[in-house]
């Protein structure tokens, strides 16, 4: 026992009691500034006099703190007081094992309890019952499923790992959940173009779908529908890069700067048109009461590996040209169970890292036409040209930065 250490108790026991005695006229609450620091000062002592003794002042600091809380209980059905109390006793006892998490847990305490009126505005009125529930599908996916399921393959080929496509679930629900709140708060603001953006982490073919028939229908959103719609394909980009890295985090390192200049192609042919769009375009997108859709996700999942398992087999009779066949024909429908197919056979090293590359650069490529033809198709020729021309260009640019490393080694090899 030192000085230092019991100042350092002292001033957890101070923290938290200003916070409760700033409170006291509005909760009733009997436990202030001096009770606090009194009962960070004895949890202290007690701690160094030995077990018992520590043990001892538990017992009484509870039974004190259960005698107030009887007394005021008509007034003040809550617990938050004498949990209070209860917690600056351990912390002063903790100082003498670890002060500095004693003081940083001190300091998110009394942060809890000031934020009182915040904490419950959030729980009653910012979030709504079905986002809660949506939150918890999401932590018991993440946190119980995910760690219980192996990470073996269960195929001849390694193409199906169950861990490796949950993990694709727990993305694609992640990547929902921020794509909600995000549009939530910001969508009603920014309009069309951040409604796109994060409609694109759901389906960027369905955004695609949904904003060329509010072109056609009125031309003045025309310039706006089509930066929507290539924001949703920049959204789709960002969502392929995880799924890539989720599953093949080697093949994420070759190809993320042709990655990078798809998406910096599509996001410069956006802003392009964004500029010229009308100022008035409000949200056509409805915000959706779920965050994401559990069904949604695990049907990509098992897309991926079907398509994962049909790549495996076509790779064993045709070689590399079967994956590249099977991910270019997939990607018509679903991008990223193409993408994740070729990270597979990359994982599984039944695909060499440039045909894996180069394979992923044809997926977009064959993402890109039938793109372009649904733009065309839904939204009429100006709504389809511009689409397709922020599309190409992603495809140009990803094609041209996977060929610099080759020029610049056939450069060093030519004979001077």
């Not at 004693?102 to 079905?130: D, M, N, P, Y």
Request: hydrophobic letters at 60%; charged letters at 10%.
């Amino acid at each position: 026992m030192n000085w230092q250490g019991a100042l350092t108790a002292l001033a957890i026991g101070v923290l938290m009691g200003i916070v409760r005695e700033r409170r006291f006229q509005s909760d009733g609450s009997k436990a202030g500034l001096r009770t606090h620091a009194l009962v960070s000062l004895l949890g202290y002592v007690a701690w160094s006099l030995g077990n018992w003794p520590f043990f001892g002042v538990i017992l009484a600091v509870a039974a004190l703190v259960y005698s107030g809380y009887r007394v005021t209980a008509t007034k003040d059905p809550g617990l938050t007081g004498e949990i209070a109390v209860l917690v600056t006793l351990m912390l002063s006892a903790l100082v003498h094992r670890d002060a500095a998490m004693a003081v940083g847990l001190g300091v998110l305490g009394a942060t809890l309890l000031e934020f009182k009126q915040i904490s419950h505005r959030f729980t009653r009125v910012w979030i709504s019952q079905q986002e809660l529930h949506d939150a918890l599908v999401l932590a018991v996916a993440a946190l119980v499923v995910m760690p219980l399921l192996p990470e073996q393959p269960l195929d001849p080929w390694n193409a199906l790992r169950p861990a490796t496509l949950w993990r694709i679930v727990v993305l694609v629900m992640t990547v929902g959940m921020l794509g909600h709140l995000a549009q939530r708060l910001l969508g009603e603001r920014w309009g069309l173009q951040v409604a796109g953006f994060f409609s694109g982490l759901v389906s960027s073919t369905a955004a695609i779908a949904h904003l060329g028939p509010k072109a056609r229908q009125d031309a003045t959103l025309t310039n706006s529908a089509s930066a929507a719609a290539l924001l949703s394909n920049l959204a789709s980009m960002l969502l392929m890069f995880g799924v890539i890295g989720a599953v093949a985090p080697g093949l994420l390192q070759a190809v993320a700067w042709p990655m990078v200049a798809a998406c910096l192609a599509l996001l410069t042919v956006a802003l392009l048109f964004l500029g010229k769009g009308s100022s008035a375009a409000a949200s056509s997108i409805k915000l959706s009461e779920s965050a994401f859709k559990l069904s949604h996700a695990l049907m990509l999942a098992l897309l991926m590996g079907g398509v994962s398992l049909l790549s495996a087999g076509l790779q064993a009779l045709f070689g590399g040209t079967g994956v590249m066949v099977t991910a270019v024909v997939v990607a018509i429908v679903e991008v990223h169970a193409a993408a994740a197919s070729v990270a597979q056979m990359s994982l599984s090293s039944a695909l060499p890292s440039s045909l894996a590359s180069w394979s992923l650069v044809a997926v977009l490529a064959s993402s890109a036409a039938a793109k372009t033809l649904l733009a065309g198709f839904t939204g009429g020729l100006a709504f389809g040209w511009r689409v397709g021309l922020g599309l190409w260009l992603m495809v140009l640019s990803a094609t041209v930065t996977l060929m610099l490393p080759m020029a610049a080694l056939a450069m060093e090899v030519m004979p001077r």
